[in-house]
């Protein structure tokens, strides 16, 4: 390996152990300070299903944009590796992890859902891990009860050996 002096020397040398530096404190999650951490992509973790119904549920996560403006979204399915839908983007600008949440609504009833929480900035993309819930079953209102028909009879007037006059009364349905 070539030995290398002067100013240049000492500025690759300097430059290479606030790199290797900046990139172990990020690892270890430690704070570094600017300009010797590296580009920090944003970070998505994807959280609990709360809230579940038969048609709709919230899903939640945390997304830490490092203090850029952050895009992020919840993907969602039928099947843990294709999502085919989302739910609207939205931005934070936090310089730490925060918590987010969106409602995912129109789902069917009795049907596991697999969804991840996504993030996006100048510096990067992050999708979390899948998770999923089941929704319920539909609740059926009860019914109202229903009224037995009922009907009133009169006395027979005019009864005779063969014949007798019967008054109708009035049903009630």
Do not use: W
């Amino acid at each position: 390996m070539p030995k290398l002096f002067g100013r240049r020397a000492t500025a690759i040398a300097m430059a290479m152990t606030f790199g290797v530096l900046a990139t172990l404190a990020s690892q270890s999650g430690a704070q570094c300070v600017q300009p010797y951490c590296p580009s920090n992509g944003p970070t998505a973790t994807t959280g609990n299903a709360t809230n579940i119904t038969s048609t709709s549920a919230t899903v939640t996560g945390t997304v830490d944009g490092f203090g850029l403006s952050t895009e992020y979204y919840f993907e969602y399915g039928t099947s843990p590796t294709t999502f085919m839908a989302t739910t609207p983007v939205q931005t934070t600008t936090s310089s730490s992890a925060i918590p987010v949440s969106a409602n995912i609504p129109n789902l069917n009833p009795n049907t596991t859902y697999y969804f991840q929480l996504v993030a996006q900035n100048s510096n990067g993309y992050a999708a979390g891990g899948v998770n999923s819930f089941p929704t319920s079953s539909p609740t059926t209102p009860p019914s109202p009860p229903k009224e037995s028909p009922t009907a009133v009879t009169n006395s027979a007037t005019a009864v005779g050996k063969f014949h007798a006059t019967l008054q109708i009364g009035r049903a009630h349905v």
